[in-house]
């Protein structure tokens, strides 16, 4: 009997190293296939990181850029380094480690989430917000509204301002819930009729996210994003924040004071979530495989849902889309928040990424477009 019992376990044990061995080999074999052109060898690499050292330090000294930046191209990591600091105060040099709010390249993972959500059959992009938040008052709105910005929801940073009274007392998701559900706050545009970006919508994604999944938005990233992918400094925002330091970056005003959080941080979905570079590239680098969803679910997920014509950038599910000067077409996001400015940009042709996180919003971001000069040359100026 004895026999038969560890007989019986080592055949579930090699069942279960089967099918993690299947779901590796079915990951690569799933992972999207770049081809890396001759030109780039290590001496191609190492005149590119020297350019871009070169920009970064320029930003840095004479731009007051200070933050951490990490850059691919064909999937391999051709520059990081960080620069300036964490606290201006207590003089905490910043690292490629350090965490950053992400203000609105959080958006992605919320995005994320809807999607795992929708591959298991949890919910449809089509269904309306009442199917998942009875108490929502507004009809006629959907999920894929939310996700592509076209609910005409009013800016809950707006009108919490004026209707939340104790801005001592953090606000959370439910709050800005029942504040629309007892005051109905005027829509900017009916659903449907065009886009304007919405912080309201994705704040509402998360509370879906939370409704659906049974826990904690927090916990569902955790549990189904960050833990997978082994993404080890990234979480979302929580009161105990400051204990995190100084493995977390203090966010700054333009002239280097601090900014201390509000009312409005507790807040997620359409900001909150904190991560490192390095973290990020990981999220780069998984958003190639089936690790999260599926290719196919991706696709949608970067393709552009703006009707409007005669308009060069587009939006997705949590990405802006838009074509570079060279030609190629690039899905990106930018965040600004309380003291952070940050910037996420993939290019899918040559597997190229520009991760910046900043921790003072000074205008510098505005430069970045010598960074992408760099990694994506103009070919007709060049010749």
């Given at each position: 009997?004895?026999?038969?019992?560890?007989?019986?376990?080592?055949?579930?044990?090699?069942?279960?190293?089967?099918?993690?061995?299947?779901?590796?080999?079915?990951?690569?074999?799933?992972?999207?296939?770049?081809?890396?052109?001759?030109?780039?060898?290590?001496?191609?690499?190492?005149?590119?990181?020297?350019?871009?050292?070169?920009?970064?330090?320029?930003?840095?000294?004479?731009?007051?850029?200070?933050?951490?930046?990490?850059?691919?191209?064909?999937?391999?990591?051709?520059?990081?380094?960080?620069?300036?600091?964490?606290?201006?105060?207590?003089?905490?040099?910043?690292?490629?480690?350090?965490?950053?709010?992400?203000?609105?390249?959080?958006?992605?993972?919320?995005?994320?989430?809807?999607?795992?959500?929708?591959?298991?059959?949890?919910?449809?992009?089509?269904?309306?917000?009442?199917?998942?938040?009875?108490?929502?008052?507004?009809?006629?709105?959907?999920?894929?509204?939310?996700?592509?910005?076209?609910?005409?929801?009013?800016?809950?940073?707006?009108?919490?301002?004026?209707?939340?009274?104790?801005?001592?007392?953090?606000?959370?998701?439910?709050?800005?819930?029942?504040?629309?559900?007892?005051?109905?706050?005027?829509?900017?545009?009916?659903?449907?009729?065009?886009?304007?970006?919405?912080?309201?919508?994705?704040?509402?994604?998360?509370?879906?996210?939370?409704?659906?999944?049974?826990?904690?938005?927090?916990?569902?990233?955790?549990?189904?994003?960050?833990?997978?992918?082994?993404?080890?400094?990234?979480?979302?925002?929580?009161?105990?924040?400051?204990?995190?330091?100084?493995?977390?970056?203090?966010?700054?005003?333009?002239?280097?004071?601090?900014?201390?959080?509000?009312?409005?941080?507790?807040?997620?979905?359409?900001?909150?979530?904190?991560?490192?570079?390095?973290?990020?590239?990981?999220?780069d680098q998984a958003l190639y495989t089936n690790k999260l969803v599926k290719q196919e679910t991706l696709r949608e997920a970067f393709t552009g849902s703006r009707l409007e014509r005669k308009k060069e950038?587009?939006?997705?599910?949590?990405?802006?889309?838009?074509?570079?000067?060279?030609?190629?077409?690039?899905?990106?996001?930018?965040?600004?928040?309380?003291?952070?400015?940050?910037?996420?940009?993939?290019?899918?042709?040559?597997?190229?990424?520009?991760?910046?996180?900043?921790?003072?919003?000074?205008?510098?971001?505005?430069?970045?477009?010598?960074?992408?000069?760099?990694?994506?040359?103009?070919?007709?100026?060049?010749?």
């Open positions: 009997m004895l026999f038969l019992t560890f007989v019986a376990c080592q055949d579930t044990s090699r069942e279960e190293k089967q099918k993690q061995e299947d779901t590796v080999a079915n990951q690569l074999e799933s992972r999207q296939q770049v081809q890396v052109p001759a030109s780039f060898t290590p001496a191609y690499i190492h005149q590119l990181n020297i350019k871009l050292d070169s920009v970064f330090s320029y930003l840095h000294k004479k731009k007051g850029f200070n933050g951490a930046v990490l850059v691919t191209k064909y999937d391999q990591v051709i520059y990081k380094g960080a620069f300036g600091y964490a606290d201006f105060q207590r003089k905490d040099t910043l690292r490629t480690h350090t965490a950053f709010q992400l203000a609105s390249v959080s958006k992605q993972f919320t995005a994320m989430a809807i999607m795992l959500l929708k591959e298991q059959g949890k919910l449809t992009y089509e269904d309306s917000v009442q199917q998942h938040l009875p108490q929502f008052p507004y009809r006629g709105i959907t999920i894929r509204q939310l996700l592509t910005h076209r609910s005409g929801l009013p800016n809950y940073t707006y009108f919490s301002d004026k209707l939340w009274s104790d801005r001592n007392k953090a606000i959370t998701n439910d709050d800005v819930l029942h504040l629309m559900e007892a005051h109905q706050p005027q829509v900017y545009y009916q659903p449907g009729t065009r886009f304007d970006y919405s912080n309201t919508g994705y704040f509402l994604l998360a509370s879906i996210v939370e409704k659906v999944a049974g826990m904690p938005f927090s916990t569902y990233l955790e549990q189904h994003v960050f833990s997978p992918l082994h993404m080890n400094h990234t979480f979302t925002y929580n009161q105990s924040i400051a204990e995190k330091a100084p493995n977390v970056a203090t966010g700054h005003t333009g002239g280097r004071r601090k900014r201390s959080p509000d009312y409005l941080d507790t807040v997620l979905g359409d900001k909150g979530i904190y991560s490192t570079v390095e973290d990020l590239y990981k999220w950038e587009d939006y997705g599910f949590g990405w802006r889309i838009r074509p570079l000067d060279n030609g190629d077409t690039v899905v990106y996001h930018g965040g600004l928040w309380h003291g952070y400015a940050t910037y996420l940009q993939r290019n899918p042709k040559d597997h190229s990424a520009l991760i910046v996180l900043s921790n003072v919003p000074n205008g510098s971001f505005r430069h970045l477009k010598e960074v992408q000069q760099v990694l994506y040359p103009d070919k007709n100026k060049a010749e």
